[in-house]
């Protein structure tokens, strides 16, 4: 797995998003867990969020909130995952998909669970 760090690593990501299916898992902080055990989906923010190309197997992390708010690139990232045509498979996407809606980002509508 390759943590996104550079412009151009973004660029290459944002522009597969739209032209392979992937795989799209989030990850939120959940500062409130309920009984225990199971993240609040309506505190949670969004810290991070991985990308798997299925066709080539490559995986990326994307940080969102490590230290401070997210740049442009990120957010370019993001919006291109929920506006692509292509198939998303996720796990947990009733989760996933309530954490991008709070950041302001409609779902895919081809996401698969």
């Known amino acids: 797995m390759r943590i996104l760090r ?5 660029w290459e990501v944002t522009a597969r998003v739209h032209n392979e299916a992937f ?7 959940g500062p409130q867990l309920i009984k225990g055990n199971m993240l609040n989906v309506h505190r949670s923010r969004l810290v991070g ?13 994307v940080p969102y909130r490590h ?4 740049n442009r690139e990120t957010i370019d ?6 506006s692509t045509s292509r198939e998303v498979w996720a796990h947990n996407w009733k989760h996933d ?3 991008l809606k709070r950041e302001g980002v409609e779902p895919p509508k081809n996401a698969r669970d």
């Open 6 to 10: 550079s412009r151009e690593d973004f």
């Open 23 to 29: 795989a799209f898992d989030t990850e939120s902080d």
């Open 49 to 61: 969020f991985s990308i798997a190309f299925m066709e080539e197997g490559d995986t990326f992390y």
């Open 67 to 70: 230290g401070g708010e997210p």
């Open 77 to 82: 990232l993001l919006k291109a995952v929920g």
């Open 97 to 99: 998909a309530t954490v």
